[in-house]
């Protein structure tokens, strides 16, 4: 079975420090893998993909992205942390072999506290 | 608005009461999916269709849920005779391109 792993319900960081939230995967074949963030009340906002290619992916906000196969993760990553990055992020995988049309299956959340 | 717009917000109902919720999607978007958010969980897929045909359904979506997405272009999702555990976020997203998906605000939903 397919499956997204966030194994921190919490991660506390300074602000200006850099932040890391961590996503392990479990997918046979070749995933498709994305971070979104949640604030209150509110939808999903995407932040960034890997579909192939380069391993580092940049997206919004300044965030990035690692994908190691080897380790099956696909951490998330941003430089210097500001309060408002404060939200619940999801990691979520789509199945391999749809060509990208296919449901999302995520992982349960990292709510991420950035103290000024 | 051209994002994806979700009605109610909010939804408070009684247990035992029927209740539908609207997702308008993106113009032209031809795939709608449907997620339920309990807290402090990840969204689970409950559904999704192309156009108007429902190609997939969840086995979290019992029989008392049904989803419809007439003309392939607004969607409605019902649930009837509402239990407690049926109190969640219910998200709808749609996908217009390749690993593109747009999710909406959401409705909230409270069974008392």
């Keep these: 079975a397919q499956s997204v792993a966030q194994p921190e319900d919490q991660v506390n960081v300074a602000e200006g420090n850099p932040l890391t939230v961590k996503c392990t995967y479990s997918v046979s074949g070749n995933p498709y893998l994305f971070w ?19 391993n580092l992916v940049k997206g919004s906000y300044g965030f990035e992205a690692e994908f190691n196969k080897s380790q099956t ?17 999801f990691c979520a995988v789509s199945p391999p072999f ?17 103290h000024p | 608005d051209t994002g994806v717009s979700q009605n109610p917000r909010h939804k408070i109902t009684k247990r035992g009461q029927n209740v539908t919720f609207r997702c308008d999607p993106i113009s032209e978007h031809n795939r709608l999916y449907w997620y339920r958010q309990t ?33 392939g272009s607004f969607s409605t999702l019902e649930i009837q ?24 605000s959401g409705t909230r939903l409270t069974v008392v």
């Design chain 1, 36 to 54: 979104y963030v949640q604030y209150p009340n509110r939808g999903l906002q995407f932040l960034l993909k890997y579909i192939t290619g380069d």
């Design chain 1, 73 to 89: 993760s696909f951490h998330l990553k941003k430089p210097s942390a500001l309060v408002s990055d404060s939200a619940l992020y």
């Design chain 1, 98 to 114: 749809s060509g990208g049309y296919n449901k999302l299956i995520f992982g349960a959340g990292t709510r991420l506290a950035v």
């Design chain 2, 39 to 71: 807290l402090g969980q990840g969204p689970e897929f409950l559904t999704y269709f192309q156009n108007e045909a429902q190609l997939e359904k969840s086995r979290l979506l019992s029989d008392r849920f049904s989803a419809e997405r007439p003309k």
């Design chain 2, 81 to 104: 005779r509402t239990e407690q555990g049926d109190s969640a976020m219910y998200l709808c997203a749609t996908q217009g391109s390749a690993y593109g998906y747009t999710f909406g």
